[in-house]
Protein backbone atom coordinates (compact mmCIF):
# COMPACT_ATOMS: atom_id res chain seq x y z
CA UNK A 1 0.00 0.00 0.00
CA UNK A 2 2.72 2.31 0.84
CA UNK A 3 3.72 2.31 -2.81
CA UNK A 4 0.59 3.53 -4.15
CA UNK A 5 1.38 6.71 -1.97
CA UNK A 6 2.00 9.50 -4.32
CA UNK A 7 4.02 12.21 -2.29
CA UNK A 8 4.12 16.08 -3.19
CA UNK A 9 7.02 16.04 -5.91
CA UNK A 10 6.43 13.16 -7.42
CA UNK A 11 6.46 13.17 -10.95
CA UNK A 12 5.87 9.26 -11.90
CA UNK A 13 3.29 10.03 -13.82
CA UNK A 14 4.33 12.91 -16.50
CA UNK A 15 4.91 10.39 -19.08
CA UNK A 16 1.09 10.05 -19.06
CA UNK A 17 -0.01 13.47 -19.38
CA UNK A 18 -0.93 15.15 -22.09
CA UNK A 19 1.84 18.36 -22.50
CA UNK A 20 1.63 20.70 -25.03
CA UNK A 21 3.93 24.14 -24.76
CA UNK A 22 2.87 26.99 -26.91
CA UNK A 23 3.36 31.23 -28.33
CA UNK A 24 0.66 33.32 -26.17
CA UNK A 25 0.33 36.91 -25.16
CA UNK A 26 -0.28 38.38 -22.01
CA UNK A 27 -0.92 41.83 -20.84
CA UNK A 28 0.83 42.41 -24.18
CA UNK A 29 3.88 40.51 -23.82
CA UNK A 30 4.81 37.27 -25.80
CA UNK A 31 5.14 34.19 -23.30
CA UNK A 32 5.60 30.46 -24.14
CA UNK A 33 2.56 29.17 -22.34
CA UNK A 34 2.21 25.49 -21.31
CA UNK A 35 -0.97 23.45 -21.49
CA UNK A 36 -1.45 19.92 -19.57
CA UNK A 37 -4.48 17.97 -20.01
CA UNK A 38 -5.32 14.77 -17.80
CA UNK A 39 -6.03 12.37 -20.53
CA UNK A 40 -9.31 11.03 -19.89
CA UNK A 41 -10.49 14.23 -17.10
CA UNK A 42 -12.30 16.84 -19.11
CA UNK A 43 -12.52 18.40 -15.77
CA UNK A 44 -8.66 18.98 -14.78
CA UNK A 45 -6.22 21.07 -16.97
CA UNK A 46 -3.52 23.78 -16.13
CA UNK A 47 -3.07 26.59 -18.50
CA UNK A 48 0.00 28.71 -17.63
CA UNK A 49 2.79 30.77 -18.32
CA UNK A 50 5.88 28.04 -18.69
CA UNK A 51 8.53 29.06 -16.04
CA UNK A 52 11.32 27.26 -15.67
CA UNK A 53 10.06 24.41 -13.35
CA UNK A 54 7.86 23.11 -16.16
CA UNK A 55 10.70 23.67 -19.12
CA UNK A 56 12.71 21.19 -16.79
CA UNK A 57 9.96 18.65 -15.88
CA UNK A 58 8.23 18.21 -19.66
CA UNK A 59 12.11 18.72 -21.60
CA UNK A 60 10.85 16.74 -24.46
CA UNK A 61 8.10 18.54 -25.01
CA UNK A 62 9.57 22.07 -24.65
CA UNK A 63 12.55 20.68 -26.84
CA UNK A 64 9.92 19.69 -29.37
CA UNK A 65 8.31 22.63 -29.00
CA UNK A 66 11.58 24.57 -29.79
CA UNK A 67 12.03 22.44 -32.94
CA UNK A 68 15.29 20.19 -31.47
CA UNK A 69 13.45 16.61 -31.87
CA UNK A 70 9.67 15.64 -32.86
CA UNK A 71 7.64 13.83 -30.12
CA UNK A 72 7.81 10.32 -30.54
CA UNK A 73 4.14 8.34 -30.83
CA UNK A 74 1.74 6.35 -33.22
CA UNK A 75 -0.88 8.56 -33.84
CA UNK A 76 -4.45 7.20 -33.03
CA UNK A 77 -5.22 7.34 -36.94
CA UNK A 78 -2.83 4.63 -37.46
CA UNK A 79 -4.49 2.13 -35.14
CA UNK A 80 -6.83 0.36 -37.64
CA UNK A 81 -8.35 -1.87 -34.62
CA UNK A 82 -10.63 1.21 -33.46
CA UNK A 83 -13.48 2.83 -35.09
CA UNK A 84 -13.74 5.91 -36.49
CA UNK A 85 -16.36 7.20 -33.14
CA UNK A 86 -13.66 5.43 -30.65
CA UNK A 87 -10.96 7.38 -32.44
CA UNK A 88 -12.81 11.22 -32.13
CA UNK A 89 -14.29 10.09 -28.28
CA UNK A 90 -10.41 9.03 -27.20
CA UNK A 91 -9.37 12.45 -28.50
CA UNK A 92 -12.07 14.17 -27.08
CA UNK A 93 -10.78 12.67 -23.74
CA UNK A 94 -7.15 14.37 -24.81
CA UNK A 95 -5.54 10.63 -25.94
CA UNK A 96 -3.49 12.20 -28.87
CA UNK A 97 -1.38 8.60 -28.82
CA UNK A 98 -1.72 5.16 -28.55
CA UNK A 99 1.10 4.73 -26.27
CA UNK A 100 -0.67 7.17 -24.02
CA UNK A 101 -3.56 4.60 -24.05
CA UNK A 102 -1.48 2.13 -23.06
CA UNK A 103 0.20 3.23 -20.56
CA UNK A 104 -2.85 5.13 -18.65
CA UNK A 105 -3.91 4.38 -15.77
CA UNK A 106 -7.45 2.83 -15.05
CA UNK A 107 -8.73 5.90 -13.96
CA UNK A 108 -8.40 7.43 -17.59
CA UNK A 109 -10.78 5.27 -18.48
CA UNK A 110 -13.81 6.16 -16.12
CA UNK A 111 -15.81 7.75 -18.88
CA UNK A 112 -14.58 5.45 -21.84
CA UNK A 113 -16.59 1.75 -21.89
CA UNK A 114 -14.10 -0.93 -21.88
CA UNK A 115 -11.58 1.42 -21.27
CA UNK A 116 -8.93 -1.35 -19.48
CA UNK A 117 -9.61 -3.64 -22.89
CA UNK A 118 -8.76 -0.68 -24.78
CA UNK A 119 -5.56 -0.58 -22.95
CA UNK A 120 -4.73 -3.83 -23.56
CA UNK A 121 -5.48 -3.55 -27.02
CA UNK A 122 -3.07 -0.79 -27.02
CA UNK A 123 -0.30 -2.57 -25.86
CA UNK A 124 -1.01 -5.37 -27.78
CA UNK A 125 -0.51 -3.23 -31.01
CA UNK A 126 2.51 -1.20 -29.51
CA UNK A 127 4.46 -4.32 -28.99
CA UNK A 128 3.67 -6.23 -32.23
CA UNK A 129 6.40 -7.36 -33.91
CA UNK A 130 8.25 -7.07 -30.53
CA UNK A 131 10.71 -10.54 -29.77
CA UNK A 132 10.66 -11.64 -26.44
CA UNK A 133 14.62 -11.73 -25.44
CA UNK A 134 14.68 -15.34 -23.29
CA UNK A 135 12.90 -16.49 -26.98
CA UNK A 136 15.77 -14.36 -28.73
CA UNK A 137 18.63 -16.16 -26.73
CA UNK A 138 17.59 -19.63 -27.39
CA UNK A 139 17.26 -19.26 -30.98
CA UNK A 140 20.72 -18.25 -30.90
CA UNK A 141 21.79 -21.16 -28.66
CA UNK A 142 20.21 -23.50 -30.52
CA UNK A 143 21.85 -22.00 -33.93
CA UNK A 144 25.33 -22.37 -32.07
CA UNK A 145 24.69 -25.81 -30.95
CA UNK A 146 23.53 -26.94 -34.64
CA UNK A 147 26.54 -24.86 -36.42
CA UNK A 148 29.00 -26.96 -33.13
CA UNK A 149 27.94 -29.68 -35.04
CA UNK A 150 28.50 -28.79 -38.66
CA UNK A 151 31.87 -28.24 -37.38
CA UNK A 152 32.50 -31.49 -35.80
CA UNK A 153 31.59 -32.96 -38.37
CA UNK A 154 34.02 -31.65 -40.95
CA UNK A 155 36.48 -31.89 -38.58
CA UNK A 156 35.64 -36.10 -38.24
CA UNK A 157 36.05 -35.96 -41.88
CA UNK A 158 39.33 -33.96 -42.24
CA UNK A 159 42.89 -36.33 -41.44
CA UNK A 160 44.28 -35.81 -38.38
CA UNK A 161 47.83 -35.34 -40.20
CA UNK A 162 47.71 -33.73 -43.37
CA UNK A 163 48.97 -35.93 -46.65
CA UNK A 164 52.45 -34.76 -47.94
CA UNK A 165 51.53 -35.08 -51.66
CA UNK A 166 54.25 -37.36 -53.65
CA UNK A 167 54.67 -36.30 -56.56
CA UNK A 168 53.82 -38.35 -59.98
CA UNK A 169 56.32 -39.95 -62.03
CA UNK A 170 56.25 -38.90 -65.73
CA UNK A 171 56.65 -41.67 -68.24
CA UNK A 172 59.58 -41.75 -70.13
CA UNK A 173 58.90 -41.57 -73.63
CA UNK A 174 59.87 -44.52 -75.80
CA UNK A 175 60.65 -44.39 -79.53
CA UNK A 176 57.95 -46.10 -81.57
CA UNK A 177 58.72 -49.26 -83.60
CA UNK A 178 57.58 -49.60 -87.03
Known amino acids: MAEEISYVGDTGGDNYLDVTFYPNTHEGVEYDFIRINVPGDKTFWINTIADDAYKARFRRQWEAYKGVKDIKGTPLDEWPEITESLRLELAYQ ?8 AGAPDSAFARIMGGQQLRTK ?6 RGKVDSEEMIKKQADQIAKLQEQMALLLETQPATPVEATPVKQPVPTKATK
Not at 96 to 101: G, K
Open 94 to 101: GFRFIEQI
Open 122 to 127: AQAFIN
